[in-house]
T-cell receptor
């Protein structure tokens, strides 16, 4: 079946460094959602991307949807300790399919 | 306050003892879903429901049952729990299912001994 792969699985960065996680699909996606889960918490919706090549920004977070709608990325500029958590992409072409997530650790 | 609630939040039980995890949402959402979360495997969908009396299997439905008799509630039933069902469970709802923001409950941590 359809698979959504996220890389990397884990990332440790120094506070102030940038961070990027990638979400890749074997098939074309109708749209993609990104979620953040803080340690001990539940996933919280961040954003939805729908259009080919779409780029959206939320303060230090930049979300991008690939031209072929098969991949997406989340980039955080100048990470802070509040960015710690696991970031999931969610594709729902037919069925809701979450990527495995990227867990971000930020060293102060 | 718009929210998804789950009960219990924590449960330790023994193999074979039937249990139910309740899920309720107050946002009048049609779509509800259950996920389990295991280290390294992310969130995997167990069952989902597009509306009242409409349920369908997700990716890992074996060993679970659900019902959707009313819009706000979507209980998860484990008829005969086994240790491999030890996991963190999340219920979620959204206004229209596919392509819409999902609201997650706080999670239920289940341990089956």
């Amino acid at each position: 079946g359809q698979q959504v792969m996220q890389i990397p699985q884990y990332q440790h960065v120094q506070e102030g460094e940038d961070f990027t996680t990638y979400c890749n699909s074997s098939t074309t996606l109708s749209n993609i959602q990104w979620y953040k889960q803080r340690p001990g918490g539940h996933p919280v919706f961040l954003i939805q991307l729908v259009k080919s090549g779409e780029v959206k920004k939320q303060k230090r977070l930049t979300f991008q949807f690939g031209e072929a709608k098969k991949n997406s990325s989340l980039h955080i500029t100048a990470t802070q300790t509040t960015d710690v958590g696991t970031y999931f992409c969610d594709s729902n072409t037919g069925k809701l399919i979450f990527g495995q997530g990227t867990t971000l650790q930020v060293k102060p | 306050e718009a929210q998804v609630t789950q009960n219990p939040r924590y449960l330790i039980t023994v193999t074979g003892k039937k249990l139910t995890v309740t899920c309720s949402q107050n946002m009048n959402h049609e779509y509800m879903s259950w996920y389990r979360q295991d280290p390294g495997l992310g969130l995997r969908q167990i069952y989902y429901s597009m509306n009242v009396e409409v349920t369908d299997k997700g990716d890992v439905p074996e060993g679970y049952k659900v019902s959707r008799k009313e819009k706000r509630n979507f209980p998860l039933i484990l008829e005969s729990p086994s240790p491999n069902q030890t996991s963190l469970y999340f219920c979620a709802s959204s206004i229209g299912g596919l392509g819409n923001e999902q609201f997650f409950g706080p999670g239920t941590r289940l341990t089956v001994l």
